[in-house]
């Protein structure tokens, strides 16, 4: 990463109080950037942005499916950079109310995408889409190459979301790229609905672990700074290496069952495992990880913690928030 590049760039980041966008905030802020941040949740508790932080960036509170904000914001700041992160991104939920899911995943994409295309000064669009939206493939691990064939609402909803993407590239030239990532964890997520946080609560508090699926679910998971630093290179070099249109996987490329991962998070706590497997998992894709060879060679990146240490890092951070409560 270039922090000289980020100094004083205007830059829009959608979902900026979620996991992913505050940990992408606070390490822009401390790159020297101008923070616009779009929720439609603003002021949530469950964040890691401090009131230091919020007093650095411009907060919108609105929807990504509102186009006349979008491009509001858009035109009016002059905005660099756009990290297009908003999304209904818990899969039952999405099974649940596939109508909410499609407005936001797929409208609000294009609707972030043709407010871009009506300004001069943006020069770099990253859409973060989801190792979902290539759907089940007997073949594995997933290339960037490989279809995109999502059968259920939330993997649907990010295959669109690809496409859509590329449609704004090959028909508008816009500067837009689109990253896929495994399973993302580390400190910030307080959605304790996801195997990591739920895994490390259950392991301090002595709750059984409910596990949805059979335990054989094969996923990669990949600590958040190390997505944060290829989301940021990839802004950096997109406009540099001429990578419009291009889309990108992050992945430490060492896929695991979620039973091996439970142990792992137990493991590590020193805790004695207490789980039930419950085998009851619904519209979840089986077996998928990702191959980031092409984010290796292109982008020069590389995550910098294997599993070990990252779910470290990320225990030691839950540690405190449960203690706080």
């Known amino acids: 990463m270039n922090k000289k590049f980020w100094r004083n760039k205007t830059v829009l980041i959608t979902g900026f109080e979620g996991f992913l966008g505050s940990n992408l905030t606070q390490t822009l802020i401390a790159f020297g950037a101008k923070i616009f941040g779009l929720d439609i949740k603003v002021g949530r508790k469950d964040t890691i942005l401090t009131a230091a932080d919020y007093k650095k960036i411009t907060v919108i509170k609105g929807s990504v499916a509102n186009y006349t904000l979008l491009k509001d914001v858009i035109i009016k700041n002059k905005i660099n950079v756009v990290f297009h992160l908003a999304a209904e991104a818990i899969v039952g939920k999405c099974h649940i109310n596939p109508l909410v899911t ?33 759907g089940t493939h007997k073949k594995l691990p997933y290339k960037e190459n490989t279809s995109l064939i999502g059968n259920h609402p939330y993997d649907v909803s990010k295959s669109c979301a690809d496409l859509i993407a590329c449609t704004y590239f090959h028909t508008y030239g816009l500067p837009v790229a689109v990253t896929r990532c495994g399973n993302i964890y580390g400190p910030g997520d307080f959605n304790f609905s996801r195997i990591v946080p739920d ?36 802004a950096e070099k997109l406009p540099k290496l001429g990578l419009d249109g291009e889309s990108f996987n992050f992945s430490n490329e060492n896929p695991i069952t979620v039973v091996e ?65």
């Open 199 to 234: 895994a490390i609560r259950c392991a301090f508090t002595g709750k059984t672990l409910l596990i949805r699926s059979n335990g054989k679910f094969t996923r990669d998971y990949v600590y958040v700074d190390d997505i944060i630093n290829g989301y940021i290179t990839l």
């Open 102 to 134: 499609f407005s936001t995943n797929i409208k609000g994409t294009w609707m972030v995408l043709e407010a871009c295309r009506n300004s001069n000064a943006v020069k770099s669009i990253i859409i973060a889409s989801s190792d979902k939206a290539y």
């Open 261 to 325: 991962l439970v142990n792992k998070i137990f493991e590590i706590s020193k805790k004695k495992l207490n789980c039930k497997i419950l085998d009851k998992a619904k519209y979840e894709i089986k077996h998928q990880y990702l191959a980031a060879n092409k984010a290796r060679k292109i982008l020069q990146w590389n995550p910098k913690y294997n599993l070990k240490e990252g779910l470290k890092r990320t225990i030691q951070w839950y540690k405190i928030l449960l203690k706080a409560k």
